[in-house]
């Protein structure tokens, strides 16, 4: 497999979901779409903010994974293994604890908002 089909079929369809999130984020809590943590999921609100939250840094992440890639696989001699999915792990870590982190900055226990 080359380079360029492994970034895509990687960080191209990273960033292609994130987009779709973006696009099209989850109305009411559920089980099956969405950012789901028991915290995110506490009432309306903090699922209204948690997942806008995380899809606007999903999208931002996930969009530097796949241009970091397809620069990768530009310069690179070898064929990629690992790089690309090292990319994608971090875009989702990093999307995840910037959420959690802006949750907890915002709400408190209970889920109710702070001032």
Request: glycine share 4%; no cysteine; hydrophobic share 45%.
């Given at each position: 497999m080359?380079?360029?089909t492994y970034?895509?079929?990687t960080n191209g369809v990273l960033f292609l979901i994130s987009v779709i999130f973006w696009k099209f984020p989850p109305k009411?809590?559920?089980n099956i779409y969405g950012y789901r943590t028991p915290k995110a999921m506490q009432n309306q609100q903090?699922?209204?903010f948690?997942?806008?939250t995380f899809n606007e840094a999903f999208l931002k992440y996930s969009g530097f994974s796949f241009l970091a890639a397809l620069l990768l696989a530009t310069i690179t001699k070898v064929a990629l293994s690992w790089e690309p999915m090292v990319l994608v792990a971090l875009s989702l870590l990093v999307s995840i604890v910037k959420t959690e982190r802006?949750?907890?900055d915002n709400f408190t226990d209970e889920g109710k908002k702070k001032k």
């Amino acid at each position: 497999m080359s380079s360029f089909t492994y970034v895509l079929t990687t960080n191209g369809v990273l960033f292609l979901i994130s987009v779709i999130f973006w696009k099209f984020p989850p109305k009411k809590i559920n089980n099956i779409y969405g950012y789901r943590t028991p915290k995110a999921m506490q009432n309306q609100q903090i699922w209204d903010f948690a997942n806008n939250t995380f899809n606007e840094a999903f999208l931002k992440y996930s969009g530097f994974s796949f241009l970091a890639a397809l620069l990768l696989a530009t310069i690179t001699k070898v064929a990629l293994s690992w790089e690309p999915m090292v990319l994608v792990a971090l875009s989702l870590l990093v999307s995840i604890v910037k959420t959690e982190r802006s949750i907890n900055d915002n709400f408190t226990d209970e889920g109710k908002k702070k001032k």
